[in-house]
């Protein structure tokens, strides 16, 4: 496994070697709760914004909203939708490769 992947996993409290997987469930844990928290308030955040007509994402995604108008650029928002979707094909993939070199230890 390359050492980035390695590193990441160590990171998460995953040892991967020829012979064993160590799980450190404290650590996969904190984890994961680090990042549902992260989740949460930047949901939290963005749901603020638009109660109080601040979200702008008019230059990455195409979306402009104010307390009067919603204005949507479709080829800005088509071009985010095609981008995030190969970002989070890229992490799925990532994640069933670390799966199966899981699976064939």
């Known amino acids: 496994m390359p050492q980035e992947k390695e590193e990441m996993l160590k990171k998460i409290g995953v040892d991967v070697s020829e012979d064993n997987i160590n799980i450190d469930i404290t650590k996969t844990k904190d984890f994961f709760n680090t990042l549902q928290n992260t989740l949460q308030e930047k949901a939290k955040t963005i749901e603020k914004d638009i109660a109080e007509g601040k979200l702008d994402l008019e230059e990455n ?45």
Request: glycine content about 6%.
């Open 61 to 105: 995604v195409g979306i402009k909203v104010d307390n009067e108008h919603i204005n949507i650029d479709l080829k800005k928002t088509k071009s985010f939708i095609e981008e995030f979707g190969k970002k989070i094909e890229h992490f799925l993939g990532e994640i069933d490769h670390v799966v199966e070199n899981i699976e064939k230890k």
